[in-house]
Nanobody, 127 residues
Framework: QVQLIESGGGLVQAGDSLSLSCATL????????TAWFRQAPGKEREFLAV?????????VGDAVRGRAMISKANNAENTVYLQMSSLQPEDTAVYYC???????????????????WGRGTQVTVSS
C-alpha cells in the first residue's frame, strides 16, 4: 500500500549539517502526515518532527528544535525532508520516517499513531 524509503544518512563530523529524504511510494493518498523519528543504541525511539500533507503545517519536537527543519516536496514521490544542523555525537542514531493515516488539529508525536514505517537510515556523527 504505502512504502517509505529513507536516504541521506552517513558519517559526518560534529558541527556538520545533514539533509535526510523520505520518499513515499504506493498509495500516497493514504498518508495524512509524515514524521521523522530516531533511535539511538539502547534508547527508545524519539520523535523529531512531523508535517501534514494537506495544509503543510508542521511541528518540530523539543529534541531538535532550533536546529532542524522539516519540509515537503509535492513531487511524484511525495518526498519529505529533514534538515539538521550543528550535529553532535549524541545525534548518532537510526533515523526513520513514518506515515500516519489520520490526523487533524493536533500533531502526532507518538510512534504508535503511525502506520507506515521506513527501514531507517543510519546517521553517525564523529567528534
Amino acid at each position: 500500500q504505502v512504502q517509505l524509503i529513507e536516504s541521506g544518512g552517513g558519517l559526518v563530523q560534529a558541527g556538520d549539517s545533514l539533509s535526510l529524504s523520505c520518499a513515499t511510494l504506493g498509495r500516497t493518498s493514504l498518508t495524512y502526515g509524515t514524521a521523522w523519528f530516531r533511535q539511538a543504541p539502547g534508547k527508545e525511539r524519539e520523535f523529531l518532527a512531523v508535517i501534514h500533507w494537506g495544509d503543510g503545517d508542521y511541528y518540530v519536537g523539543d529534541a531538535v528544535r532550533g536546529r532542524a527543519m522539516i519540509s515537503k516536496a509535492n513531487n511524484a514521490e511525495n518526498t519529505v525532508y529533514l534538515q539538521m544542523s550543528s550535529l553532535q555525537p549524541e545525534d548518532t542514531a537510526v533515523y526513520y520516517c513514518a506515515g500516519s493515516q489520520t490526523g487533524g488539529e493536533y500533531f502526532y508525536t507518538r510512534e504508535t499513531l503511525y502506520t507506515y514505517w521506513g527501514r531507517g537510515t543510519q546517521v553517525t556523527v564523529s567528534s
